[in-house]
């Protein structure tokens, strides 16, 4: 297990020499620090993998104002936020440090269950060595258009598989196609450092189109060695206000023999913002045409209800970041409750993203969740692995 440097800010002594005791009882090099001032005076550069504990109401520099700081330094540490205040202050910090692109691991409000503390601080460094060989190229590495063009046009993008299941059967139902980059030099690179440059450049219908055809030609060949399971595919802004969608689509389905019932598209509430007489328009036609229709990252966007009104969708996917703090977090576990009642008297199929334990999968089973997807069954893993996935487990 690496043991990662952390930082402790709080100025409550007491509590600051608890978190100390219970970080090093683990082994971890700790540095503690009442005041914000102090730890930029004295530390301006961070280990790789660092954690910070830090309390968001200090004097002299509270720490949203050290989480900004942050954000403008290199390699920041990874963030657990602490408060007594009300639960709704450490909701919108973490808001916050996520929107500067902070790691919020969690946020823990006082009095702070030590042993569950630490426990969270040996999951980290656990992971951490069993994530290394998956970490993602940035553009940082000197990702540029010429190349990523290069890449669309040469087959570069491939897909890994995350599984879903049945939260009653154990069954898998399907599973989440991801796209990824396999760079003949740089190694895998995901979405999140290259999907930018191809909304920038105007490409990202050319990937969807290769995504859903390796996904199609992906499922003929599970059909073919007799696990046939169904992919659903995300689709971005851009492709939902393409009219020709639908027709291309069902003449691509249809030249592959392809069944669109096994087919799911992944449709994020905020890419629903923009043109929703033309999004109206193309989703419904492929409902009409047989294609599944989900509404990911539910919970996330502006105009839930709304959108649910509106369009016919099938699916409902729970936002990870609900399902994952659901466990400590009461407010949480309401809104996933919520989500799925309210999908359900719609008419929708739930998947719960982000189940992690079995703690998770327990309490989704008591709420009525149909689907769940997340590390608790499975990462993403590749084609061939999850062909060996789908058959050990038919």
Known sequence: ???????????????????????EDINLNTFCF??????????TEFEPHSIMVLDLNMPEMDGIEVMRRLAGMNNPPALILISGHDVGVL????????????????????PIHLSKFQNLLIDYCSNIGSTNNQVAINTDNGIDADELLYALENQQMILHYQPQFNIKTKKITGCEALVRWQHPQKGLIYPDDFIPLIEENGWMELL?????????????????????TPISVNISADDITSLALPEQLSTLLEENKFDPTMLTLEV???????????????????????????IDDFGTGYSSLSQLHKIPFSELKIDRSFVMSMIQDSEAKAIVKTCIMLGHELNMKIIAEGVESEK?????????CDIGQGYYFSR???????????????
């Open 1 to 23: 297990m690496i043991q990662p440097v952390i930082y402790l800010l709080d100025d409550d002594t007491e509590m600051l020499t608890l978190l100390n005791d219970m970080a």
């Open 34 to 43: 009442e005041r914000a001032t102090h730890f930029f005076t004295q530390v």
């Open 91 to 110: 909701h919108s910090a973490e808001k916050l440090g996520s929107a500067h692109k902070l790691n919020i691991l969690t946020s823990l409000d006082k």
């Open 208 to 228: 969807t189109s290769q995504v859903i055809r390796k996904a199609i030609k992906q499922e003929q060949y599970w059909k073919n060695t007799n696990v046939p």
């Open 268 to 294: 994020t509430e905020s890419a629903l913002m923009g043109e929703l007489v033309t999004s109206l328009d193309i989703l419904t036609r492929l409902r009409l045409k047989g294609i599944e229709l989900s």
């Open 360 to 368: 998770h999968l327990d309490l989704l089973a008591k709420m009525g």
């Open 380 to 394: 993403p893993i590749s084609a061939e692995e999850m062909t060996n996935y789908l058959q050990a487990h038919s």
